[in-house]
T-cell receptor, first 114, second 109 residues
Framework: EAEVAQSPRYKITEKSQAVAFWCDPISGHATLYWYRQILGQGPELLVQFQDESVVDDSQLPKDRFSAERLKGVDSTLKIQPAELGDSAMYLC????????????FGNGTRLTVT | KNEVEQSPQNLTAQEEEFITINCSYSVGISALHWLQQHPGGGIVSLFMLSSGKKKHGRLIATINIQEKHSSLHITASHPRDSAVYICAVEGNTGNQFYFGTGTSLTVIP
């Protein structure tokens, strides 16, 4: 079964450094989501793409976070500079461009900022 | 504001117990999803439903659209069922998802 690919699986970085995460959604999935999940909480949406366009980035801390999906396929989420509070699991998910579509998650990137 | 509320937050059960996890939501939805997350692992979709009931093995999910409520049941629970179960709803205005905070289930042998 096709999967959402994410890398790296784990990342440890010092505060004030830059860090980037990559996501390759399931082929044909127009909608891509980046979520942040803090331990013990549900996923929190950071940004939603429809093809290459940002649909919702209202919860993205734009002073330090950026996301792009230039060709409407894979996507990169960047944090610069990283802060201690950014330590979390970063999850990528994708779905077909229609309602009542299953949501498929990647395995996530566990970020630790020291 | 929490569009999706789950209960209980934590649940410990003995093996073979019947388990129920509840989810209430406040937005109009096109579908409701039950997700499973193992410690350190990714998230797996268990069910997607918009009405009635679905069953997969020992798992049963029900939804009452009028009451904006869903339940996930696990029959004959097993230690391998230990995970976080997350309720998510898909809003009816364009691929937007709202997540509950999850229910952490521990099944003791």
């Amino acid at each position: 079964e096709a999967e959402v690919a994410q890398s790296p699986r784990y990342k440890i970085t010092e505060k004030s450094q830059a860090v980037a995460f990559w996501c390759d959604p399931i082929s044909g999935h127009a909608t891509l989501y980046w979520y942040r999940q803090i331990l013990g909480q549900g996923p929190e949406l950071l940004v939603q793409f429809q093809d290459e366009s940002v649909v919702d980035d209202s919860q993205l801390p734009k002073d330090r976070f950026s996301a792009e999906r230039l060709k409407g396929v894979d996507s990169t989420l960047k944090i610069q500079p990283a802060e201690l509070g950014d330590s979390a699991m970063y999850l990528c998910a994708s779905s077909l461009d229609r309602t009542y579509s299953p949501l498929h998650f990647g395995n996530g990137t566990r970020l630790t900022v020291t | 504001k929490n569009e999706v509320e789950q209960s209980p937050q934590n649940l410990t059960a003995q093996e073979e117990e019947f388990i129920t996890i509840n989810c209430s939501y406040s937005v109009g939805i096109s579908a409701l999803h039950w997700l499973q997350q193992h410690p350190g692992g990714g998230i797996v979709s268990l069910f997607m439903l918009s009405s009635g009931k679905k069953k997969h093995g020992r798992l049963i999910a029900t939804i009452n659209i009028q009451e904006k409520h869903s339940s996930l049941h696990i029959t004959a629970s097993h230690p391998r069922d230990s995970a976080v179960y997350i309720c998510a709803v898909e809003g009816n205005t364009g691929n937007q998802f709202y997540f509950g905070t999850g229910t952490s289930l521990t099944v003791i042998p």
